[in-house]
């Protein structure tokens, strides 16, 4: 039988690891999946004027994509506080996508207001990147006492900024683990980290003192409390996650967004 034990990637203790659904299983994320692996992606086959990524042969996942990276009492802290928000949202925006009576192309901006609990909604999608990161890298940036302390608004000290994009609802998901590359803005290294699953794609940048990533911040979610609903207005691109950020030169040659695209909230809460 498979040892499942490990370090945990929220709180760090080593335990026996649970079976995270990324996203949540309440999204939908359920269902059988097909993957690509990195080897695949990065392999030298798979550059431009050779092998497409659609012509490797894919790994299907049952049950929906899943990693074994949380102890049970992580799995349950978010699975009872956050989880709710994140699918509650994410359902609606799903739907809404798909009711829209002219289906939106990739590259467009989409408008619209939604009720959303942002701090839940907010913790919730870092625990992803929890997940989709290895435990030094968490611990490096401080998300645990953010994490696992329920109400606060305090951003850890070593700064970040979450970013979201739209992801069309039969578009890919990607789960991309800290990554560097060379930002084309300024020639200084960068890190981010990517996971996107319709109807989200979210860009984490682990070094925001380069603003290379030009679509909206979550950061202000920060501003509400805990359990706080709000009615927010969002502007967001729709992009295929599949594009990004291997040719992120191209696609940042050709799509700019507004900086600010949610409001109105209070100003960021900049630790
Ligand atoms: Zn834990």
Request: aromatic share 12%.
């Amino acid at each position: 039988m498979k040892n499942n034990f490990g370090t945990c990637h929220i709180c760090g203790k080593y335990a026996k690891l649970t079976s995270e659904h990324l996203p949540p299983k309440s999204t939908g994320n359920n269902k059988l999946i097909r993957c690509y692996l990195y080897d695949q992606i990065f392999s030298p086959d798979h550059l431009p004027g050779k092998r497409k990524l659609l012509d490797f042969k894919t790994h299907r996942i049952q049950g929906g994509f899943r990693m074994n990276t949380l102890c049970e009492s992580c799995n349950k802290f978010t699975g009872s506080n956050y989880v709710p928000a994140y699918s509650n949202f994410s359902n609606r925006v799903f739907n809404a996508m798909n009711n829209m009576s002219t289906a939106p192309q990739l590259g467009d901006t989409l408008h619209f207001q939604a009720k959303i609990i942002p701090l839940n909604f907010f913790k919730q999608a870092l625990s992803i990147f929890c997940s989709v990161l290895d435990p030094a890298t968490v611990t490096l940036y401080g998300f645990k006492d953010f994490i696992l302390t329920r109400d606060s608004s305090t951003l850890p000290e070593k700064p970040f900024s979450l970013h979201m994009y739209l992801v069309p609802t039969n578009g890919a998901s990607k789960n991309l683990p800290a990554t560097g590359m060379v930002s084309p803005k300024s020639g200084k290294q960068m890190l981010f980290s990517e996971f996107a699953s319709p109807p989200f794609g979210f860009i984490l940048n682990l070094t925001p003192q380069d603003a290379c990533i030009s679509f909206p911040n979550l950061l202000e979610f920060v501003n509400f409390k805990f359990n706080e609903s709000a009615t927010l207005e969002f502007n967001l691109p729709l992009l295929n996650p599949r594009e990004m950020p291997l040719s992120f030169d191209g696609w940042k040659d050709k799509l700019v967004f507004s900086p600010s695209g949610v409001v109105p909230v209070a100003s960021p809460n900049t630790a």
